[in-house]
T-cell receptor, first 114, second 110 residues
């Protein structure tokens, strides 16, 4: 069982380019999340999905979009990357939505926008 | 907005001692509080969850307390080992939102 996989592992991207970060889970979890982690700011929620077909905005959603076409996949798209989006991005999932649920995190994608 | 503060960016202790990490929060009354461990270059890993009506929760050498009056959680690692060296994060949920503290980096010195 792989758990959560993320791709790519790392990426250098020119400002203005479009980029999709991929996230796949094999645990049949209903809820999925995208976070960014920056030094001194910790993990901040970008978008979430409580179940396939639904998505919602987190604390820092601007400049990002997500889709949840099925249970397993939750891609994060940067339509036009900017240097402030340089960060480490983590995808996570939980069996159900809600603050009582354990979140399982992927290994992260390290993104550098120049 | 939610604010979560964790004590000192770095904590160094001697092997065998008890490490105590603090998580303080404001502007919220969470029903649950979680603690995660994060190693360099990896994603966080869940350790413990404590409910608002639980004062204390234990798991092996780990102990978490939750004081909703003080709006504070304490995370203890007893008989600490060098392998416990990592960054520890506390997290709160509010509806569909999750808020993480910036973490405390713990180093256990042999």
């Amino acid at each position: 069982i792989a758990g959560i996989t993320q791709a790519p592992t790392s990426q250098i991207l020119a400002a203005g380019r479009r980029m999709t970060l991929r996230c796949t889970q094999d645990m049949r979890h209903n809820a999925m999340y995208w976070y960014r982690q920056d030094l001194g700011l910790g993990l901040r929620l970008i978008h979430y999905s409580n179940t396939a077909g639904t998505t919602g905005k987190g604390e820092v959603p601007d400049g990002y979009s997500v889709s949840r076409a099925n249970t397993d996949d939750f891609p994060l798209t940067l339509a036009s990357a900017v240097p402030s989006q340089t960060s480490v991005y983590f995808c996570a999932s939980s069996p159900q939505p809600g603050s009582q649920e354990t979140q399982y995190f992927g290994p992260g994608t390290r993104l550098l926008v120049l | 907005s939610q604010k979560i503060e964790q004590n000192s960016e770095a904590l160094n202790i001697q092997e065998g001692k008890t490490a105590t990490l603090t998580c303080n929060y404001t502007n919220y009354s969470p029903a649950y509080l979680q603690w995660y461990r994060q190693d360099p270059g990896r994603g966080p890993v869940f350790l413990l969850l404590i409910r608002e009506n639980e004062k204390e929760k234990r798991k092996e050498r780990l102990k978490v307390t939750f004081d909703t009056t003080l709006k504070q959680s304490l995370f203890h690692i007893t008989a600490s080992q060098p392998a416990d060296s990592a960054t520890y994060l506390c997290a709160l949920g509010s509806g569909n939102q999750f808020y993480f503290g910036t973490g405390t980096s713990l180093t256990v010195i042999p």
